[in-house]
C-alpha cells in the first residue's frame, strides 16, 4: 500500500534539502518539524537506492516509494538470510533480544550480513505472516494466562441418566510456548477456582512468574484499571508459589489474547469431540479431557515447525521456577473482633489471641487444618482447628498473668484450699461455684475471700461464712462486709445469746469448796 501524498511530499522536502541545500540531518529536521531518526532513516533509504537531487524525471510517489520502502522487504539474494523462525523463538527466551541476535548473525557473516536495522526490517516483515497467537511477545516462563470456557460440559446421574449439573473447563496457557491446560471443575467458584491453579502448576511442573486471570469474581474482587482488588485466597496462592497476579484490563481484549485462543482450542478440539459422551463424575470427565489436551499440546503449528508440546520442552520448562515443597492448601480469610475475653469467633468455635488485643479486628487465615490470626500483617496466634461448636481453644500464653495462675486451679482444688480454713469457708466456696453458669467465673471470688484470713485470721473468717451461708449470700462482697463490720462476732439471727450469772454476795465462789 503507498503513503498517502503528504507524507510523500514531505520525503521529498527532505531529500531536497539534504540532497539539493546540503543541510545537516539535525537542520532538516528542524526545517520540517519531522523527528531526526525519520529523517535519517529516509536519507539512508533513499542512498541505498542510488537517489540524489534532484530526482530523475518521470518518479512519481508510486515509484519513489518503491524504490525506498519495498526494496527492503525483497531479499538481497547475495547475502546470507537468518533463520527467521529460530530468530523468532530465540526471543522468547529470557535477556535474549534483536540486537543479541545480529551480533551473533554477524559473527557469522562479518562481510556479508545485512546491518542491524535491515536485520530488523527483514525479520518483522517475514514476522507478519505469522497467526496472530504466534505474533505475540512473551518471554520464556513468564506469563500464565487462565479463564473458563465460555461453554460447559453436562455431568449425568449415573442411577436415573438424567443431567446432574454442568460442569465449567479451566483453561490455561503458557505465554511463549502456548502450551495448554484444560481441567473440568464444579464451579467458577473460589476453592475451584484455585484449586484448578495448584493442577495447572504441577501439570507444567513449574511457576511462572505472573498469573494473568480476567477480571472474574473468584480472582478479583473489584475490577480498576490500574489497581483492581485480588481476592486475598487467591494471593495467599500467589504468594505459596511465588507468582505475582496482573488481571487483564476490562475492556482490552489483547490482555488476554492468549488465554482467549486456548479456550477457543479447549472448544473447538475438547468440548465439541466430547459432545457425545455422557460422563457421571468429574474424574472420568477429565480423563478424556486430559487424551485430549495431550492430542492438541502434540498437534503440529501450521506456518512453523514444531508443535506446543516442543516449544514447551525448549522454551517454557527451563524457564519455570521450581514447585514449592509442599502443595497450597486452601485458606479462607476473614475479619473478626476480639471479645473481652480475648477470643474470637470463627465458624462456631471460640480461639484465643494475646488479650491485649481486645476489641481489636484481626484477620483470620483458616484452613481444613490450621487456624492463624494476623494484626496488621504480622502473625499473632496459631491454633489447630477445632470443629466442636461453641467450645474455646485457649493458648495459656495468651492469657494476662491474673488470669494464667487462676488457669491452674480446678473446683475440688478450690474447694480444698477454702477447707484449711474451716467447713463453712468450704460450703461457702462451693455454692459460689454452684451459682455460676461456668464453676471458673467464681474462681476469683473464691481466692478473694480465702486471702482475707490473711487479714482477718482464720477463725474470724470461719464465722464470717457461716454468717453469710445463713443468709445465702454467696459473694466475696458480702463476707468482706461481714468481716469490716465485725458481724462475725455476733450472734447469728434467731440464736439466743449466751445468758451470763448476775455477780451477788449469795451465790458462793470456787474457792468456797477448796
Known amino acids: 500500500m503507498s503513503r498517502p501524498h503528504t507524507a510523500m511530499r514531505k520525503i521529498r522536502d527532505v531529500l531536497r534539502l539534504r540532497f539539493g541545500e546540503h543541510l545537516s540531518l539535525r537542520d532538516v529536521a528542524a526545517s520540517l518539524q519531522i523527528p531526526f531518526t525519520t529523517v535519517s532513516d529516509h536519507v539512508r533509504r533513499a542512498t541505498a537506492a542510488g537517489l540524489s537531487w534532484p530526482l530523475p524525471d518521470g518518479l512519481d510517489d508510486n515509484g519513489l516509494d518503491a524504490m ?56 518483522r516483515a517475514w514476522r507478519r505472516h505469522l497467526d496472530v497467537v504466534m505474533r505475540q511477545s512473551h518471554k520464556a516462563g513468564e506469563k500464565m494466562f487462565v479463564d473458563f470456557s465460555g461453554h460447559r460440559l453436562p455431568i449425568y446421574d449415573a442411577a436415573t441418566g438424567e443431567e ?6 479451566f483453561v490455561s496457557v503458557l505465554g511463549a510456548s502456548s502450551y495448554l491446560y484444560a481441567e ?29 486471570p480476567d477480571n472474574l ?18 494471593q495467599d496462592m ?35 469431540r466430547l459432545r457425545n459422551e455422557r460422563f457421571t463424575s468429574l474424574a472420568e470427565a477429565n480423563v478424556a479431557i486430559k487424551r485430549l489436551v495431550a492430542w492438541v499440546n502434540a498437534r503440529p503449528f501450521k506456518k512453523i515447525d514444531g508443535s506446543r508440546a516442543s516449544l514447551f520442552v525448549e522454551i517454557d ?51 481444613a487444618s490450621t487456624i492463624e490470626v494476623f494484626r496488621k500483617g504480622r502473625r499473632v496466634a496459631s491454633h489447630l482447628r477445632s470443629y466442636v461448636k461453641w467450645h474455646h481453644t485457649t493458648d495459656p500464653a495468651h492469657m494476662p498473668e491474673s488470669h494464667r495462675r487462676h488457669a491452674q486451679w480446678t473446683p475440688s482444688r478450690i474447694i480444698a484450699w477454702a477447707e484449711k480454713t474451716g467447713p463453712s469457708t468450704a460450703k461457702l466456696a462451693e455454692g459460689i461455684m454452684a451459682a455460676r453458669p461456668h464453676p471458673e467465673q467464681g474462681f476469683r471470688s473464691c481466692l478473694g475471700i480465702v486471702r482475707l484470713g490473711g487479714r482477718y ?47 451477788h454476795d449469795n451465790v458462793r465462789g470456787p474457792g468456797y469448796y477448796e
Request: include cysteine; proline fraction near 9%; charge should be neutral.
Open 217 to 234: 469474581r473468584s480472582g478479583v474482587t473489584r475490577p480498576h484499571r490500574y489497581e483492581p482488588d485480588v481476592n486475598a485466597t487467591y
Open 238 to 272: 500467589a504468594a505459596h508459589y511465588g507468582v505475582a497476579i496482573i488481571p487483564a484490563r476490562s475492556y482490552k481484549p489483547r490482555d488476554k489474547a492468549k488465554v482467549e485462543a486456548g479456550v477457543l482450542l479447549a472448544e473447538r478440539w475438547i468440548l465439541a
Open 68 to 123: 525506498l520502502f519495498s526494496s527492503s522487504e525483497r531479499p538481497t539474494t547475495n547475502r546470507p538470510v537468518p533463520d527467521w523462525e529460530k530468530v523468532h523463538r530465540e526471543l522468547h527466551r529470557p535477556g535474549v533480544t534483536l540486537m543479541l541476535l545480529w551480533l551473533e548473525y554477524k559473527e557469522a557473516f562479518p562481510d556479508d550480513g545485512y546491518a542491524y536495522s535491515q536485520f530488523c526490517e527483514h525479520y
Open 317 to 367: 520448562q527451563p524457564a519455570l521456577r521450581p514447585l514449592p515443597p509442599e502443595r497450597y492448601e486452601l485458606a479462607l480469610f476473614k475479619p473478626a473482633k476480639v471479645n473481652i475475653d480475648y477470643h474470637v469467633e470463627l465458624d462456631c468455635h471460640y480461639y484465643s489471641v494475646p488479650y491485649i488485643y481486645v476489641d481489636e479486628v484481626i484477620d483470620a487465615r483458616m484452613t
Open 457 to 503: 485470721g482464720a477463725e474470724r473468717l470461719e464465722a464470717a461464712c457461716t454468717r453469710a451461708l445463713s443468709v445465702q449470700a454467696f459473694s466475696y462482697r458480702s463476707v468482706e462486709s461481714i468481716l469490716k463490720n465485725g458481724l462475725d462476732q455476733k450472734p447469728l439471727p434467731g440464736e439466743p445469746a449466751p445468758r451470763a450469772h448476775p455477780r
Open 164 to 169: 446432574s449439573f454442568r460442569a465449567e473447563l
Open 184 to 212: 473440568a471443575v464444579a464451579s467458577q467458584k473460589l476453592g475451584d477456582w484455585v484449586s484448578a491453579h495448584v493442577h495447572a502448576l504441577e501439570f507444567y511442573n513449574g511457576c511462572p512468574a505472573i498469573l494473568v
